[in-house]
Structures are given as structure tokens and as C-alpha cells.
């Protein structure tokens, strides 16, 4: 075990069944994923890209070989126990920001943490701080409908970031922004990240990888491009 990997997948696969065919989405991968590090997960739609993701979210398990993050091998955990570690330790950002629109915009970024079960004092001191770092305090009283996309997508990392996780997750965050409000949540991103925070970005968009990321997976038909299984890229 690399005690310098937040996330850690060994020989990693995924196949989904359709009537009597089986289609493999990740073919055995094996990758560490540093602690403090901004890497990028590259590749074409329907690469597998995303299911990656989705194992070290834990939102879906490998057919075949291991997932841990921040030390805890979670395909071995139940549902209940999984949803925990989750919501404590994994921060989730979303392409379409998956906010509850028939709730304030700091009662969405509570959402976690009251699932988490944290204290509601606790809970909205960290929230109130969330939102003053990512500029839209003034709109804790607001609901997101009523929002730009930018903002929505702020009001999502703050929501994702409320628990402290070791890990954060973003799958194709910029992907239903315009280019501007793109490269301003990119920016912001990588100002998490040398903050310390851990983060995958999951994007089809090599540009953004090479503006922003320290380090740059391929994936290309389920498999690591430009390295053999089994080694850490």
C-alpha cells in the first residue's frame, strides 16, 4: 500500500450487462492518486472515463480487483457503510451542479454535512466560510434556480467541500458552463487544490487538463493510455 495514495485502484474493472452481452467499460486498471495532487482524467466520450470515477466515488462497485481511498478499501463495504464513508471522506461536483432547487442555496451546502451528522452550528459556521471563499455569501438566502450557472456551480463545490474531504471528485465540471465561467471554476479549482486539497477532475477537454492540472491520465477504450497495468502514472 502507498500511504502517499488517496486513492488507490488495483487492477480495477467494470462490466456492465446488456440482455446477454456483457460490455467492458474499465479493462484492469491500476493507478495511484497522490495526496495534495490536481490530476485530470482525460479521454473521449465513452472512454470509461466516468465510470472511473464513479468507483472511487463509490456510487458504483468493480466487477473485478480493488478500490481504496484514503486508506479504506471501499468495494468491500456494505450500503449503509459505504453511503458513511461518502459522505465524510469523498466530495462529489457535478456536470448539471445537482442542486435541489426547492432549497436555499445554504441549505444545499448544509445538505452533506446534516448527513454526515454533524452539528448544525458547526455545519453552518463551515458553510458560511464556503461561501464567502467562493464569492457568493450574498446568495445564501437564495434558491439556485434563480442562479447563473457560474454561481450554481460554486454553490456545488461548497457543497461538496462542506465535510473536508480527503478526496474530491469533479466529473466534467465546466462541461454545461460557457468558456469564460469555464475557466473561471478551473481557476478555482486548481486555487483548492494548492491549498492542499486532493482532487480528480474527470474531462473530455485536453485543453482544460493542460492548463490546469498537475497530472494528466488517458483513458482510451477502458484502459490506461501509455502505461502498462499496474503502473502508477
Known sequence: MNPDAAVR???????????????????????????????????ASGSGKSTLLNLIAGLDRPSAGTVTVAGRRIEVLGESALARFRARHIGIIFQFFNLLDDLTV??????????????????????????????????????????????????????????????LLADEPTGALDSATGQEIGALLRELNEGGQTLVLVTHDPDLAERFA?????????????APAGVSR
Do not use: C
Not at 17 to 28: F, H, K, N, S, Y
Not at 214 to 226: E, F, K
Open 9 to 43: 485502484l488495483r487492477e480495477a474493472a467494470k462490466t456492465y450487462r446488456t440482455g446477454d452481452i456483457e460490455v467492458p467499460a474499465l479493462r484492469g486498471i491500476s493507478l495511484d492518486i497522490p495526496y495534495h495532487r490536481f490530476s485530470m482524467v482525460v479521454g
Open 106 to 167: 445554504e441549505d444545499n451546502v448544509l445538505l452533506p454535512a446534516q448527513l454526515a451528522g454533524a452539528s448544525r452550528r458547526k455545519a453552518q459556521a463551515r458553510a458560511g466560510e464556503l461561501l464567502a471563499r467562493m464569492g457568493i455569501e450574498e446568495h445564501r438566502n437564495a434558491y439556485p434556480a434563480r442562479m447563473s450557472g457560474g454561481q450554481r456551480q460554486r454553490v456545488a463545490i461548497a457543497r461538496a467541500l462542506v465535510n473536508s474531504p480527503a478526496v
Open 214 to 226: 498537475a497530472r494528466t491520465v488517458r483513458i482510451v477504450d477502458g484502459q490506461l493510455a501509455g
